[in-house]
């Protein structure tokens, strides 16, 4: 916040003193121009699991030799750093000094003035913010705090043959795993999942599939909200997280899981290099519409989820006296909670039966409603009801019909690839993670 004090005072006088407006045009144009402050980056932005799946060469990790992939296959020299990582990453005053001076010629080449002027202003930058206090102020609280932001932070620092993952159940906590160990697990643990399938197809091939896909089930209405073309890339890649169960950190062999056949690194689906994501939210928003609008045992807020479930375990239609189990023949009580992994049922559903079921969702919801559109409005809470006029093309709103529901949520389940680098695989349930839905 103090570096954008300078700033602004910096690009004022820059302005200023260009002489090929008058006074009228560069009031108007300070104006115009709006500042926004952008937070300090955390040391949880480190996380590089994304980019490394991304970067995957199965070629380059298959030339290693056994020598080199057997610590790989033990998973040895895990470390778990149990710290709150979203402790903002102090810069020195060099880097202040370069992020203002880089700012304010960036901003004076976008307002065409002149780079004499500019060259000028990012020097009385520099010289400005060693002089003001706020600045100053703050310099002095981190160099008072300096020993105990180090001791926090020392192991906190990643090289370049080390990959950052956060723990799979806790967030806050990150990995530390060797680069070669990481790759090694992502493809171990692919091939050994019962949900993804090694593809023959190309990544180019892959793409080309889901393009087609998108184009003949995509309306041309909801192709354009969604900026989908056929320059988007459709492929979503795949990143794993450590369980902490399977692992235990700083062992020659932190692989510790004896189940066959685990999961023991979670596959997060990521859909992030999508345009225009916050669009698909709309989708989403309108189908939760219309499963709520529905009579479901769901529970959609864990506020009063606890009121919820008592309320309707009262109401529920239990039989008296003893219930005993089919499967183990030993005497359950009435009732009984059952709990089941979130992970597991993507996996076991296949696309085509979660197809089938949005589209009996659909006609149970026109029916008893006597509705096929949803109408989302535009804002952060995105409030939406049944009902409105598909035709309608308001800048506060978006109305969208059962059937572009059905077709948007179809093509997103055919989409049926991930990627590994360039290494496919072919997903025979849902994808974890996938933003279109949230699991309930």
């Not at 006074?23 to 932005?45: A, M, Q, T």
């Not at 926090?152 to 159940?169: F, G, H, I």
């Not at 345009?275 to 499963?291: G, K, L, N, S």
């Not at 609008?293 to 375990?313: P, Q």
């Amino acid at each position: 916040m103090s570096c954008l004090n300078v700033f602004r005072r910096v690009l004022v006088r820059a302005v200023h003193s260009c002489s090929c407006w008058n006074d009228e045009e560069k009031s108007w144009l300070l104006s115009r121009i709006r500042l926004v402050p952008n937070g300090l980056k955390k040391h949880r932005s480190m996380c590089s699991a994304p980019l490394v799946s991304r970067q995957f060469c199965l070629e380059d990790m298959l030339s290693h030799d056994t020598d080199a992939l057997v610590p790989c296959d033990a998973a040895s020299h895990l470390v778990r750093v149990e710290k709150i990582w979203d402790v903002p990453i102090r810069p020195t005053v060099a880097e202040d000094n370069q992020v203002v001076r880089r700012a304010i010629r960036r901003c004076c080449h976008f307002l065409h003035i002149d780079h004499q002027i500019a060259d000028i202003a990012a020097q009385d930058a520099v010289r400005s913010l060693c002089q003001d206090r706020c600045y100053m102020k703050e310099q002095h609280v981190w160099h008072a705090t300096q020993n105990a932001y180090e001791d926090y932070t020392v192991d906190m620092s990643v090289n370049a043959s080390e990959v950052l993952t956060p723990d799979d159940k806790d967030k806050k906590f990150m990995w530390k795993v060797p680069l070669l160990c990481y790759q090694w697990l992502l493809f171990k643990f692919a091939m050994l999942s019962p949900a993804l399938e090694l593809s023959s197809l190309g990544l180019e091939d892959a793409e080309a599939w889901c393009q087609e896909v998108f184009r003949i089930l995509l309306p041309t209405r909801l192709k354009a909200f969604l900026k989908i073309h056929k320059y988007t890339r459709i492929v979503p890649y795949y990143y794993g997280t450590v369980k902490s169960k399977c692992f235990t950190a700083g062992q020659t062999v932190g692989h510790i899981c004896t189940k066959p056949a685990h999961s023991c690194l979670r596959k997060i689906v990521s859909f992030c290099k999508w345009p225009f994501r916050r669009r698909w939210r709309f989708i989403h928003r309108a189908w939760e519409t219309v499963v709520r609008s529905m009579d479901t045992d769901e529970v959609w807020s864990l506020k009063d989820a606890c009121h919820v479930m008592s309320s309707r375990m009262h109401v529920a239609g239990v039989s008296a006296g003893s219930c005993t189990c089919r499967r183990c023949g030993v005497e359950k009580p009435t009732s009984v909670a059952l709990t089941a992994d979130a992970g597991q049922f993507f996996e076991a559903v296949a696309p085509s039966q979660a197809i089938s079921a949005a589209e009996r969702c659909l006609s149970h919801c026109s029916t008893a409603s006597g509705h096929t559109t949803v109408t989302v409005q535009k804002g952060p809470r995105r409030t939406s009801f049944l009902g409105g006029c598909a035709g309608n093309q308001d800048t506060w709103r978006f109305v969208v019909s059962f059937s572009e529901l059905f077709l948007a949520f179809s093509a997103c389940m055919f989409v049926g690839y991930v990627s590994l680098g360039r290494t496919i695989f072919r997903l025979k349930g849902l994808p974890i993670s996938c933003y279109q839905y949230r699991p309930r």
